[in-house]
Nanobody, 123 residues
């Protein structure tokens, strides 16, 4: 079973930065595209970014383009989301996700989710 654990969330002022991590256990990330999603209170979950298994292809939601960067270190079995120039509207629980049956390209059929990490952007 694919297990994912997010970390790195917290409280940050507008304009600040955070780096989220998504650590995988029980499987090797090398063969999986990984996505980041977020859900704000009262809103539906939305896709934020996705990275292919090789790291050679990435995509981003329009709302975060130019501010967020997804990357991966397969040797560490971890995917990262660097978030810069944070805005209050970025406040949400952030989740990473993987395709339980595998998938190299974005978007794969996501089905395994982490528990989420809270990001709050406020002065």
């Amino acid at each position: 079973q694919l297990q994912l654990v997010e970390s790195g969330g917290g409280l940050v002022q507008p304009g600040g930065s955070l780096r989220l991590s998504c650590a995988a256990s029980g499987f090797t990330l090398d063969y999986y595209a990984i996505g980041w999603f977020r859900q704000a209170p009262g809103k539906e979950r939305e896709g934020v970014s996705c990275i292919s298994s090789s790291g050679g292809s990435t995509n981003y939601a329009d709302s975060v383009k130019g501010r967020f960067t997804i990357s991966r270190d397969n040797a560490k079995n971890t995917v990262y989301l660097q978030m810069n120039s944070l805005k209050p509207e970025d406040t949400a629980v952030y989740y990473c996700a993987a395709p339980p049956s595998g998938g190299y390209v974005c978007p794969p059929p996501f089905g395994s989710w982490g528990q989420g990490t809270q990001v709050t952007v406020s002065s």
